[in-house]
């Protein structure tokens, strides 16, 4: 497998950094104020903290929640790409059980700098034919970049596949063009408006056996500011794990009532109810 540098030359070629640089600025310390850099479709945030980015922009509606994510610039660019260098090994244990094939269709939800898509694409085989691949996020700095960073791989692989880049936008949820077969939601649904809306739209366009991938972490104190996790979120993760169990069947991870921020794998059963 190829070091972590395969997946931090990313930053390096869009942002024009140093590897050491980008480690640094994707490493998250409270009171830390990096100088991130620019890039064609953002400008420069320096001189604040993660916490003075979120103190900014109040996500108090909708449209609040979407220019935070546009106002914190690259921090979410730098700092995902370095979290995921720690679990490229899961991502490659997860995908294989997923067990992709040709004609697929998969949608990375809430992607940020697409982390499973790259990971796949990095060690896909070259031959895979007529496979899909739908990335959705809010209009973003690091939505921008995950989707720049897919076709720069495919280009550079130079494997036959198909890249959608489907916005989230206020108040709509995104349509697919085909259905889907294998939907990743991973450490999304604490920052979604309403997980149970979400959940319901992406079902309704999932294939009959389709795979979710999900997970939604839970703090231990309901009523504190999470940081960028919304309480609405919070309190419909009852109602949202009511709906899965009622429709997807567990087939991978620990369930929500043993451990609450697992990574869970669950198949779409033929009727949703």
Known sequence: MEPPEVFLKDLCDYYGVSMQDAVKLGTRSSGRKPNLPGSKTCDPVS????EDIWAVSKRIDENSI???YKDQGAW???RQVVR??????DHIDILNAFQIMPGMHICEYGCGVAPFMRT???YADKNIRNIEISLSDVDSEHFSFGAWRIRKTIAERDININLNAVEIEPGKLPVYNT???IVIIFEVLEHVPSPVKCIENLTGQMSVNGILLENFIKHGAEDDDDGP????????REVYYQFLKQNFDLVGGRSEDIEPNATRIWRKRMVIK
């Open 47 to 50: 001189d604040m903290t993660l």
């Open 66 to 68: 979407f220019k935070f």
């Open 76 to 78: 979410s660019s730098f």
């Open 84 to 89: 995921h260098l720690d679990l490229i090994n």
């Open 120 to 122: 796949f694409l990095q």
């Open 179 to 181: 259905l889907l077969d």
């Open 229 to 236: 996790d919304l309480k609405s979120a919070r309190t419909e």
